[in-house]
């Protein structure tokens, strides 16, 4: 990274402003990864808006809905439209998630949760006059999510330990 930037500094020429170039690539950089960021966040955001949209316009429940027996459906008991879907997991993301933005989120979390919590319902299904329904979980049910839990953060603490002894290498 350091060498990049004493390259690209070399390049400027002799009556140009070093620390006003030094400033403008540092703005083009923090351009180029807020672009980067929301890049991503678009991609996964898309993802997770259409795979959801699938599964409730064609089963009325994902699959970490029905291991937890919760149904989304029209108040006439039909499934969601694929439609009526993307658009509710987008209002999922922004009224619910914050778009996952620190601060914003935590504030679209509590106000969602004290909102079900009040009225028995999320804005975004009063919306739309959708029915959420919940049956009675089991013990075998309790017992299969917390596994896909705890293996899921297993695996990711696995992952980041092996990304870690690269950086660290041993010394023997």
Known sequence: MMGSTFFLMSMVGPGVDKNHAMGTLVFVGMIMLVACLLIVLICFLG??????????????????????????????????????????????????????????????????????????????????????????????????VVGIFLAQNIISGVIQLMSMSHRFPNPH
């Open 47 to 144: 993802g997770w808006v259409l795979m959801e949209a699938f599964c409730l316009s064609k089963f009325g429940t994902t699959l970490g809905k029905w291991l937890l027996k919760v149904q989304v459906r029209n108040a006439d008991g039909s499934y969601l439209s694929f439609k009526q879907a993307c658009v509710r997991g987008l209002k999922i993301w922004f009224r619910g998630m914050g778009l996952f933005i620190p601060v914003v989120g935590l504030v679209t979390h509590v106000m969602a949760y004290n909102r079900l919590k009040n009225n028995q319902i999320t804005s975004w299904d009063e919306d739309d006059s959708l029915v959420v329904t919940h049956s009675t979980i089991g013990p075998v049910r309790i017992a299969v």
